[in-house]
């Protein structure tokens, strides 16, 4: 069965539409995505396009050699340029100096991060919108389960990871949290959705550049004074393709844990 269709996944999303004069820029790091993204793209328009929502999708390709940057650019031709915007890099630089650029060419007042690879799926999103514009915080995707939920919500959970990547997942959030106290249920996860003001606030101040890149900017928002909204989501593992998070970036997680101490 397809975890996105069981009932405590469907019944995670609500139904909460209204109009919104906002646009909401979705900043996605693709390298080898080419199966993945006309599926994530098509996934968005519909959520966006349903719910009446002005957006906008900036591709960070880092010169995937598999033909992503030729797929993105078929997606602009079919949804449009000012809708599919591609913005590739040289090479494999970073989850997180993708962020970086390509909020250089976001033009909405909210930027969504997300992966690409199918893991988030965006039909949690009106709920990541209906608790930023109430609350004007940023708002955190998280498969951990909060306690209590978002009203009209039920909790998240986790499909189809293998036990070493559960066990890295949790290993991580349970230094963060032990040494840290960040706040937040789910210091690894990077489905978010931020005002740009804040997201280019919280991002001037971060140092980290790979993967442990979004565990840093959650704690420096907390530092900085935001509270952060969580959001009960299904997280599976991805459709298509092979992980990027290496061995590396585990031990840079535990770095930037003790880096903060």
């Known amino acids: 069965m397809n975890p996105f269709e069981s009932d405590a996944a ?75 915007v591609l913005k590739p890099r040289a090479g494999k630089l970073g989850l997180g100096t993708a962020y970086i650029h390509g909020l250089n060419f976001c033009t909405g007042d909210f930027v969504i991060i997300m992966d690409a690879d199918l893991s988030h799926h965006p039909k949690f999103i009106p709920q990541f919108i209906r608790l930023i514009t109430s609350t004007l915080s940023p708002a955190h995707g ?68 790979g993967y442990v890149f979004q565990m840093e900017m959650m704690v420096r928002a907390r530092a900085l004074g935001y509270t952060v909204g969580e959001v009960p989501i299904t997280f599976v593992d991805r459709l298509f393709g092979e992980s990027n998070l290496d061995a590396g970036e585990v031990v840079q997680q535990a770095d930037m844990v003790f880096m903060f101490t």
């Not at 998240?156 to 963060?176: E, P």
């Open 142 to 209: 998280t498969a951990r389960r909060p306690s209590p939920p978002m009203p009209g919500t039920a909790p998240g959970g986790v499909h189809g990871w293998d036990l070493k990547r559960k066990f890295v997942s949790r290993g991580a959030n349970f230094l963060a949290d032990t040494v840290l106290n960040p706040g937040v249920s789910d210091l690894t996860g990077s489905f978010r959705l931020y005002k740009i003001a804040a997201l280019r606030h919280i991002i001037t101040l971060t140092i980290s550049r």
């Open 10 to 84: 469907l019944n995670m999303q609500g139904q909460y539409h209204s109009p919104n004069t906002h646009k909401y820029s979705v900043i996605l790091p693709t390298y080898k995505e080419r199966k993945n993204l006309p599926i994530i793209i098509w996934l968005l328009a519909k959520v966006f396009d349903e719910n009446d929502i002005a957006w906008e999708v900036i591709v960070v390709d880092d010169n995937s050699p598999d033909g992503t940057q030729e797929v993105a650019r078929q997606l602009a031709a079919t949804y449009g340029e000012d809708k599919i």
